[in-house]
Each structure stands twice: as C-alpha cells, then as structure tokens.
C-alpha cells in the first residue's frame, strides 16, 4: 500500500502561485506514476499533470500547460506542483495519486492510491 499526504494549499488572489506538495510513504518501489487531479464543487474529477517516476516524463493538460510545473524528489518520494499565473477557474480540492502499475491512461478509476487532497482558492 502506498500513503500520500498532500500540502501546500490556500487561498491567493488570481495571478498568484502556490506550490503543492505530495509525499509517499509505504511501497513507494511500486510506484509507476503520480499525477495530480482537481475537482471544483459540482464537478467531476479531472486530471491534470502526470509525472512518470522512473525517468521523469511529464504530461500536462492544455488547460495548465505554461502555468504548472510537475516535478520530484526521486529521494524524499516527494512529488510538487508548482502553480504559477493561477486563476478562479483553478479553484478546486487537489489530489495526488499514484499508478502502481502500468496503464494507458490518466482517469481517476486508473490510480491506485490517492492522497486525502488539499483546497487551492483563487480569488477575483
């Protein structure tokens, strides 16, 4: 089993940036990837960046492509999202989660452990 704890949440006038934090503890050696996820209050889920563990590949969604930054500590099993230019569309619970095995996409149902998720709050 792989825990992950979130942090780095809070509330920021538009244009401001945040960094959020993902540490994994437990089977980290299984981990295949981490991605982060969002979900705004009456919406669904969605994904938004990937990072492959080994090797680093990284995978955006247009909507955050040139305004978030996915990267990891290899060492501290920790993985960060850097959120620069943020918006009030950005509002919304963010999560963490791992893919422990290899699969061919980024919906929520293909991760296998999430974090509990922490409140991004953009304001006008």
């Known amino acids: 089993q792989v825990h992950l704890v979130e942090s780095g949440g809070g509330s920021v006038q538009a244009g401001g940036s945040l960094r959020l934090s993902c540490a994994a503890s437990?089977?980290?050696?299984?981990?295949?990837?981490m991605g982060w996820f969002r979900q705004a209050p009456g919406k669904e889920r969605e994904f938004i960046v990937r990072?492959?563990?080994?090797?680093?590949?990284?995978y955006y969604v247009d909507s955050v492509k040139g305004r978030f930054t996915i990267s990891r500590d290899y060492a501290e099993n920790t993985v960060y999202l850097q959120m620069t230019s943020l918006k009030p569309d950005d509002t919304a619970v963010y999560y963490c989660a791992t893919q422990n095995r290899l699969r061919l996409g980024n919906t929520p149902r293909e991760y296998d452990y999430w974090g509990q998720g922490t409140q991004v709050t953009v304001s006008s």
């Open positions: 437990g089977r980290t050696f299984s981990i295949y990837a």
């Open positions: 990072i492959n563990w080994d090797g680093g590949r990284t």
